[in-house]
DNA sequence: ACCGCCGGGTGCC
DNA sequence: ACCGCCGGGTGCC
C-alpha cells in the first residue's frame, strides 16, 4: 500500500546511510519507518551498515608458510578456523583474493574468536606498513557492529588488556553534500557511452537491419566479449599485476570480464542486439554462422553454422588475439529469462534470423525436456527459465543439466530478477560454468546500491565477487559517503555497462523518435445509490481506523487497515468486486488472527501490489506471519534463518517463527464467478470505460485498446458489457499458462482482419518485458499504489514500433480514495526531490499513518 | 627474528 | 643459586 512512500525513505536512507539524517521526528511511535528503522540492524545482516566501535594493532605471524601477497594499505580478511588442530581460536588472515597470508597472533586470536563466535561485531583488517621482513607483519584490526554490542566488545577487548583505538582508520576526508550524492547517483548509469564505441554491423544471418545504437551496442559487447587486454583497474607492477581498488597484488594474470551488463531502457532492442551478438560472435571473433555460396544455385547464398568445434577456419592473427583460455568445447548460448518473455525470444528469432539460417535453438522448458548434456551442449542457443534453472539445480544437487554444460554464454534477460542473492534463481545461476556472461534489464538498480552486487558476483568482476571487498571498498564508503568510494563504484559501473535511456542521443540524434504520450485524468461521479453504498463503508471503515490512530495500533492492525482500503477501492470500481464479506466478531486469539489472514487473502487475491518490507520489491511467493504482515517466504525465511528464536517481525516487531507462516495460494476463488455475471448490475466506471471505448470505435475502428485494472476480478466483469456492445477482445492475466499468453499476445498484435481491439490486461500480468505496440490507447481502470507499475504497464505499448501518439486515461472516482490517493501519488513522486530540496527538516517529515489519515481524511 | 622466549650453563669482585 | 645473568637454539596457528 503506501508503502512506495517508505520504498523512498529507505531507498534514501540506505543509499546515503540511514544515521545521518532522520524522516520521522514524528511524536507517534508506530510508523512504518521507524519501525523498520528499529529494526534495520537486525533485518540487515548485511555488513554494510553498523557502527565502528574502535580499532587496534596486532600482527601477523607466519607470513613465511603462505604465498599471499599483502601491499601496503591492503585490506586483509580475517577468517575463524575453529578446526585448526594447534588451536581452535585460530584466526586466519586472507588477501583480497584469498591467499593465505599469516594468523593472526595467538593471544589476540584468542579475543577475536570470542568476538567473532558471538557475532559481536565484525572485524576488518587493513595492512598500515609495507611487509618488512619474512615473519611478522602489523595489521590493524576494525571493530563494526550495533550500538547494543559495543559495551560487550569494548569489555572483551579491555578484559583481556588490548587498547581499542577510536575512531575511524581510514579518514573518509572527502565527503559528499547529499546533494552531490544525489546527482552522482541519478548519473551513475548515465553517460557510460564511451565515445569510441564504433558501430558494427550484424552479420548476414541477422535480416533486420541494425538502428546505430543497436549497432554501437554490437560492437561494444563484441569488445567486451574479445579484448583480451587487462581489465580495468589493474597496472603490471614488476612480476605482479596491482589492482589500483584493493591495492592488492596477485601473480597470475587477472582475467578480464567477458560479457557485462546491457542495460538499454526497455524497447531500445536488447533482444535484437543479443541475438546479433550470437550469430556474429562465435570462437575468435568469426560468425556463428557463415554464408556458403551454393554451387548448384549461383549467387544464392546459404548459411552453415558452425556445429562441430575447431573446424570454422582461424587466422593466426585472430587466434592469437583472442585469449588462449578459450574453451573450444564451449560452443551454445543459454538463455535465461522470465516465463512471461520466453515466447518474446522465440518471435523475435523468428522475425530477426534468416529463414535459411538453421539455428539449433532447443527450449529447455516442461517436464519432457531433454536433459542430456551432449545434446544440449551441441545446440547453438537453449532457452529456459529462472524457475526451470533453480528447480533443477536444487533436484540435482547442483549437479543439474544444465549446471554440468560448458556454456559459451550465459545471458541473464531481465538480470536483476537475480539481484537478491539469497534466492535459489540466484544461486543456481552463479554456479553456471560458462565462459561469456551477459546480464540484460531495464532496470540495473530498484532499490539500492546492494543491487548491484549480485550483477557484479555473476559477472565475476573479482574481487567483488566475494561480498566482503564490494562491502568495503564500494557498498559502505559509498554510503557513507566517501568521494573515492563513489569515484570507484562509477568506475566499476561503467567498465561493464552499457545503458542508453529512450531520451539518450547518439551523434546528437534521439536514438528513437517514439510517437508522444499523453495522459488525462477522467473524473468519474458516482451514483447516488452508489454513493450511498460508498459512503456507508467509509464511514464504517474511517471510525475503525481512527481509533487504530488514537490508540497508536495501526501498524498492529495492519490487515483491517489494508481491508478496508482495498474495499473502498473495490467500490470505486465496481461493488461486485467486494465478494462475501464476513463480519462475524472474533474473540479469541485464534479467531482474531484467521480474520486477519482471510482479510490479507481478500487484498491479495485482487492483484493488489503489497510489498515485502524486507526486499522492498512486490512479493513474490507471499506468506503471512502470525502477526498478518506479508513477505516473501525467501525473504522472511532468510529473517527467521538468521535470528533465530529472537526473530522479529520486520514490520511490527512480534515474534515469529517458521511453523506460523501461513502459505498464501495465488490462484483463488472465482467459484462464484456464474453469480457474478447473473446478478449483473453496472457502476458508473463501467459506464465511463464504455462510453470512452464506443465513442472510440465509432471515430476510428484501428485503435487498439488496454484496459488495465489491478482486479482481476473486475476484469471479468468488464468481460459482460464488452460482449454486449459487440468489441472483440481478448483477456491476459497472471493466471494464464505461457502457452495461452503467447497466444493471446499474438492474436492481440496481429492485423489480420477480425482480430480484437481490445485487451483486458491485469496491471503485473506478465511482468515487464510483452510487446503490445498494437494498442495506442491505454484505460487504466484504478489507481496503483506504485506509479511505476502504471508506467510499466503503459511502456509495453509505449515502445519501439509504435505508430501513434499513446493516449492513455486514468478513471478516478471523484470524491473518493482514490482521488486521495492520486495525490500521495504526486507526494511520493515529488518526496526525493524536496527532501532534498528543503533544508528544513520538519518539512519533509511523513509517516505511514499520517498517509493513512489522508487517506481517510482523518 | 637487528626480536622474545626457552632452558642449560653458570656463579664474588 | 628455590636466584640473576649469559649466550645458543629457536620460531604461526
Redesign the pocket.
Known sequence: MQKGLYKYILLIQRWFGGAGFSFADDPVTETLSQAIRGTGEELDREPDTGVLFGSLRGSV??L???TGVVNKGEMVSLVR?PQ?P??R???MVANVYGSQV??????L?VLLANIMDNNLARVEGVVPFGV??Q??MSVVLSFWGREENRDAVVRQITSRSFKLQSGPTGTHTHTHTLTQLKNAFDNLFENLMDDKIGEREAVEAVCTPLLPHQKQALSWMCACENNAALPHFWEVKGELFYNTLTHSSVRERPRRVRGGILADDMGLGKTLTTIALILSNFHHGKPLCEPVISTSRKGKTAFACNTSSGKSLVSPVEAASSQSTDDPAARATLIICPLSVLSNWLDQLDQHVRADVKLNVYLYYGSERNRDTHFLSSQHMVLTTYNVLSADYSVSGGASPLHTVRWLRVVLDEGHIIRNPNTQQSKAVLKLNTQRRWILTGTPIQNNLRDLWMLVAFLRLKPFDVREWWNRVIQRPVTQGDKTGLQNLQALVKCVTLRRTKTSRVCGRPLVSLPERSVRIEEVELTQKEREEYELARTEGRTTISRYVAEGTVLRNYADVLAILVRLRQFCCHPGLLGKTTTHTAVTPAELRERLIMKLRLVLGTGSDEECAVCLDSVRLPVITHCAHVYCRPCIAEVIRSEQEQARCPLCRGQIKASELVEFPLEEEEEEESNLLENWRSSSKVEALMSSLLRLRSEDDSIRSLVVSQFTRFLTILEIPLREEGFKFVRLDGTMSQKRRAQVIQEFQSDAPGSPLIMLLSLKAGGVGINLSAASRVFLMDPAWNPAAEDQCVDRCHRLGQKRDVVITKFIVKGSVEENMVKIQRQKQDLVEKAFGTKNPSERKTSRVDEIRALMEL
Do not use: L, M, S
Open positions: 605471524v607466519g613465511r608458510y603462505y578456523q585448526n594447534y588451536d581460536n585460530a584466526v599469516g594468523h593472526i597472533k595467538r593471544e586470536a618488512t621482513n615473519f611478522t
